[in-house]
């Protein structure tokens, strides 16, 4: 391997890691993040490509932040980055999760983050508004590509409907509407539409294979290859939010197996959200508690190891994809309503950390940093870094000062 090859791996390895270390608030400010980083800073893809990983991304299983950082390592430095990005960017969140985890078997209880947290939330709001503002006036080509966004935020708001179906949805009817007068369907492009198709029916069914077969298991104990085996199946079927991983854990490993209480489940859905990097980070706390450090070893690669497979699978067909008339509209389309899950998520993100319950029923501090993050952010484009330590530095001296959120 040349100096250039192992440059590369160094500055993706480098950039990933110290993103897991700052990557709180979920996918949506993950993805920001990396957007900043790989476009804007260091132009490694252009916005066009990476609004394509996004849309394809949020088509297929698994954490769609996670599969985001291993498209850009696979581009910028072949196999060897996809295993590096994967990898840095996992790394922090699963070190930091199984430090808790064994804080939290060995003294019963959790450390409290909640001031740090306090402040790092408003902050992460700034910065997905600024990949928003950014990502959004390159996805929104056309008044058809506005409308086609519009009518995806419809459907999650006021349909509640799954995002894969959605972005399904939405790029379907798009490339439709954009190519509908063009009646070249090759066999080569119509085999594309079968394929997500064939795609989505089978992840349905793999869905359901997983209930299924923890249906029909019982018992206390907890063999590595069973729990490797069903966090590996949860990974390959799990669409859209990572939140969702807490269905199929309080469904598998709190009533089925019973390998866990419905308080450790609660206690590792904690662990998920104030620790940085991917949610899925879960599984390393919930693997430590049952099985000690090699549960967290297997939990941990069963249920990352499937987003590798399908990036791999999936990345060298994009530029194919957009080369066809046909599903370069359909790209667009769902490009366009990725931006409009963002939109809905940062609207859900916003109204659970600005709001309480209580008049004036508005947390003015939360606002004020949020404000600021987005202006630093946008106006003065501030490294995500710095808002997000910056944030929880005000977080920790309000704590300090008496003030009650």
């Known amino acids: 391997m040349n100096n250039s090859a192992l440059g590369r791996l160094g500055e993706l390895a480098k950039l990933f890691f110290k993103l897991g270390v700052i990557g709180f608030g979920g996918p949506a ?7 900043s980083e790989v476009v804007k800073r260091r132009q490694w893809l252009t916005r066009e490509h ?67 947290l306090y402040g790092i939330k408003p902050a992460v709001l700034g910065i997905i508004l600024d990949a928003l503002w950014r990502l959004g006036k390159k996805a929104v080509k056309t008044r058809k590509l506005l409308i086609i966004a519009l009518g995806v935020v419809a459907l999650l708001l006021l349909l509640r409907l799954n995002e894969a179906i ?35 029916g089978a992840t349905l069914s793999a869905k359901a294979a997983v209930g ?39 469904g598998g490993l709190v009533q089925d197996y019973a390998w866990l209480t419905q308080q450790q489940l609660l206690d590792a859905i904690a662990i998920g959200q104030f620790t940085p990097g991917p949610v899925l980070s879960t599984a390393t706390f919930i693997g430590y ?39 370069s509209a359909f790209i667009d389309s769902v490009n366009v309503s990725a931006v409009a899950l963002m939109v809905v998520v940062t609207l859900q993100l916003g109204a659970a ?9 508005m947390d003015f501090l939360a606002v004020a940093i949020a404000i600021v993050s987005a202006v630093l952010a946008i106006r003065f484009q501030f490294n995500a870094a710095w808002l997000v330590v910056g944030a929880a530095a005000i977080g920790w001296v309000a704590s300090r000062l008496g003030y009650s959120q």
């Open 289 to 327: 508690i049952i099985a000690g450090i090699p549960g967290a070893v297997v939990a941990t690669v069963g249920i990352f190891l499937p987003s590798f497979v399908f990036v791999a699978a999936l990345n060298p067909l994009v530029p194919r994809l957009r080369a066809s008339s046909w599903t």
């Open 166 to 200: 959605a972005l399904l949805i939405g790029g379907i009817l798009g490339m439709i509407w954009l190519r509908g007068g063009d009646n070249d369907k090759s066999s080569h492009e119509r085999a594309n539409l079968l394929m997500a198709g064939l795609t989505t």
């Open 353 to 361: 950390t600005l709001t309480v319950p209580e008049f004036p029923f």
């Open 212 to 250: 299924t077969s923890i249906a029909t298991t019982s018992g206390v104990n907890a063999p590595l290859w069973q729990l490797g085996w069903f966090f590996l199946k949860v990974g390959s079927v799990l669409f859209g939010s990572g939140y969702l991983l807490v269905a199929y854990l309080q």
């Open 50 to 116: 990476f609004l394509d990983l996004i849309g394809a991304t949020n088509l297929i299983p698994g954490p769609n932040s996670t599969e985001m950082a291993i498209h850009v390592g696979y581009i910028y430095a072949g196999w060897l980055g996809l295993m590096v990005s994967g990898v840095c960017f996992i790394l922090p969140a699963v070190l930091i999760t199984a430090g808790l985890a064994w804080f939290y078997v060995t003294y019963g209880t959790m450390p409290q983050v909640a001031p740090l």
């Open 29 to 35: 400010a993950h993805i920001a993040m990396m957007e």
